[in-house]
């Protein structure tokens, strides 16, 4: 700390604004209960006992008022992708979406014949990660929460672009 050493209590620390709020956001998830076919059993599992996502700070959550995450964990049809939309629009920013499995990433097994299903929900609502498999483990969406949380350390909430630099 140079000038600083010796000179300030025990338990003082230095850092960012942009750090702590990222922190905060990092070790609360709250994800909101979404599944709509078999990949929702395994999500369902992630929050289980067993895999206990608990313990990074994820709860689920029956609003979308109080969640950060969207977990969309199965086949989406065309019928159910504008409320999907709607559901994602009520959640507070910051936000995230992660999808879940093939289906949800880019049709799965239905995307060929399937003229119901739609071909990956990012056509709807931006995805920030995409968990591939039919359906993915646990331990992969529980790989993919990590990813989320990797790029969430990176985001700044504070920085203020100058105009003289944007123009
Ligand atoms: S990706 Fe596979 S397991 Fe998941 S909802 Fe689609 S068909 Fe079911």
Same mark, same amino acid.
């Given at each position: 700390?140079?000038?600083?050493?010796n000179k300030?209590?025990?338990?003082?620390?230095?850092?960012?604004?942009?750090?702590?709020?990222?922190?905060?956001?990092?070790?609360?998830?709250?994800y909101?209960?979404?599944a709509?076919a078999?990949?929702?059993?395994?999500l369902m599992?992630?929050?289980?006992s067993?895999?206990? +996502?608990?313990?990074? &700070?994820m709860? %689920? $959550?029956?609003?979308?008022r109080?969640?950060?995450? @969207?977990?969309?964990?199965?086949?989406i049809?065309?019928?159910?992708?504008s409320?999907?939309?709607?559901?994602?629009?009520?959640?507070?920013?910051?936000?995230?979406?992660?999808?879940?499995?093939?289906?949800?990433?880019?049709?799965?097994?239905?995307?060929?014949?399937a003229?119901?299903?739609?071909?990956?929900i990012?056509?709807?609502?931006?995805?920030d +990660?995409?968990?591939? &498999?039919?359906? %993915? $483990?646990?331990?992969?969406?529980?790989?993919?929460? @990590?990813l989320?949380?990797?790029?969430?350390?990176?985001?700044?909430t504070?920085?203020?672009?100058s105009p003289?630099?944007?123009?």
């Amino acid at each position: 700390m140079g000038m600083l050493e010796n000179k300030l209590p025990e338990n003082v620390i230095f850092t960012s604004v942009d750090d702590v709020i990222n922190l905060a956001k990092e070790y609360s998830i709250w994800y909101l209960l979404f599944a709509t076919a078999c990949c929702g059993i395994e999500l369902m599992q992630t929050g289980a006992s067993r895999y206990d +996502v608990d313990r990074f &700070g994820m709860i %689920p $959550r029956s609003s979308p008022r109080q969640s950060d995450l @969207m977990i969309v964990a199965g086949t989406i049809t065309h019928k159910m992708a504008s409320r999907v939309k709607r559901l994602y629009e009520q959640m507070p920013n910051p936000k995230y979406v992660i999808a879940m499995g093939s289906c949800s990433s880019s049709g799965g097994p239905f995307s060929k014949f399937a003229y119901s299903v739609l071909n990956g929900i990012d056509k709807y609502i931006p995805v920030d +990660v995409y968990v591939p &498999g039919c359906p %993915p $483990r646990p331990e992969a969406l529980i790989n993919g929460v @990590m990813l989320l949380r990797t790029r969430m350390r990176q985001e700044r909430t504070l920085v203020v672009e100058s105009p003289l630099l944007t123009a």
